[in-house]
């Protein structure tokens, strides 16, 4: 065993006890961390502007503090984004993590230098618990890859910004630089195609033990790899044993993923955004993601069936529930107060508290009234592949509510399939009736013959990857939105059906 593994060991068993004080005390720690950043923030702008300083519960919260995104906060950021000091939070933020918005062009969300902290501790926390749990330390002396966003900062205002990918590649330990991939250079590229075929080049002849990423493009850089050496990943990389990803579901990718890696490797799911690091995977035993209550956050969750009710009721962690879809909502010591983040969750555990992340509330199917999220889909997909014989790159979901003459309406699922079913028909069946057995309301519109079985459009290997380019956003931190209430994705990827 190398000095680093033992290291990475003996460490690895500090932070978990660590982490266990605070999970044994969870209703404790988090009126701890709300006390904290309301009290730190009681003389901003913000603050003032709501009363925090007559804030001691959170039912005074909720009366002082309306939920809000983006475009509700967008006031107050512009104004930290002009260079105004102590206005969401003291002082300046360090970075502003820029991402697409969806109504008004780029969004700028705050990272102070408190909460960049928590970030980046909880990224190393996630590997650590790992390595606790598995005692696995193969890969602490192997080469590391972690395919995200360049890490070029712009700078506004005196603030610097950029992607959170790439803001996270400067804090980057010291002991792992050297085993780190691609070079700086590399990750500077910005055409992602580029990018990727480069990042081939310097990686195809290393011992690659971890590999990071959002699914669908990491996919992409396994495939080249396959292409280039003719080799399975797993066979090239023989010392590749850990996946970590965050952003989807990796379950409707696993199987295409072990036929490219050739075996099965151990995997970490994390839930980062830019608005904070909520989870992260904590077992592999265990299903779900130890939700993050000593970061920095507090959490508050409002039932989805509920959420664009007129007060929708806003509780905390104390009152959640096992397997409700709740809109999650955070307030952050980075200034970010009551925000909704637009992720949707369900708890699987509250003892501790665990999570999965069920989609996004806007991100759902209910032109009929049927309330399908992505969780549901992705489950119904997943069943379908292990019971099948189909490959599946990528898929989206949306609804036809104008079919034609004398038909009834259907979901339609724009599948990318690697390889077809040999019988389509019973791949439908699976997906359909899971979806039934899931959702009560999809079964109840199925049964009464206001919606009939569902539909799958092909769509060309590499079609959604065509489709993000032609919008500019392929690679990074963007995804394919899994399913939709309304026909624009489907409408827009026309192109790509194999007619």
Sequence with gaps: MSIKSLAAKIFAKKVVSKTNKWVENPINTQQKVFQEIVANASNTVFGKDHNFSSIKSHSDFVNNVPVRDYEELKGYVNRVVDGEKNVLWPGLPIYFAKTSGTTSGAKYIPITKESIKYQVEASRNAILTYIHETGNTDFVDGKMIFLQGSPVLQEKNGIKLGRLSGISAHYVPSYLQKNRLPSWETNCIEDWETKVDTIVDETVNENMSVIAGIPSWVQMYFEKLNVRTGKKVGELFKGFNLFIYGGVNYEPY??????????????????????????????????????????????????????????????????????????????????????????????????????????????????????????????????????????????????????????????????????????????????????????????????????????????????????????????????????????????????????
């Design 254 to 499: 696993r199987s295409k993923f072990e036929n490219l890696i050739g075996r099965k490797v151990d995997s970490i799911e994390l839930f980062p955004a830019s608005e904070g690091f909520f989870a992260y995977q904590n077992s592999q035993i265990e299903k779900g993601m130890l939700l993050l209550l000593n970061s920095g956050i507090f959490y508050e969750f409002i039932k989805a069936d509920d959420f664009f009710q007129e007060n929708a009721k806003r509780i905390t962690i104390a009152d959640v529930e096992v397997g409700i879809n709740y809109v999650m909502i955070i307030s952050t010591n980075a200034g970010l107060w009551a925000y909704n983040l637009g992720d949707t969750v369900q708890f699987i555990s509250v003892k501790p508290y665990k999570v999965i992340v069920s989609g996004r509330i806007k991100h759902f199917i209910s032109a009929f009234g049927e309330h399908v999220i992505a969780k549901e889909v992705e489950e119904a997909m997943q069943l379908a592949i292990r019971k099948t014989d189909a490959v599946v790159n990528e898929f989206s979901v949306a609804p036809q509510i104008t079919p034609s003459e004398n038909e009834l309406p259907y979901h339609e699922w724009l599948v990318e399939f690697e390889k077809a079913p040999s019988d389509m028909k019973k791949f439908i069946t699976i997906i359909d009736e899971s979806l039934q057995q899931q959702n009560s309301y999809y079964f109840d519109l199925i049964d009464g013959k206001i919606l009939q079985t569902l539909k799958i459009t092909k769509i060309k290997v590499g079609g959604f990857k065509a489709h993000m380019k032609s919008l500019g956003k392929l690679g990074g931190q963007n995804k394919i939105q899994r399913l939709s209430n309304d026909r624009k994705l489907a409408d827009a990827i026309t192109a790509q059906i194999i007619r």
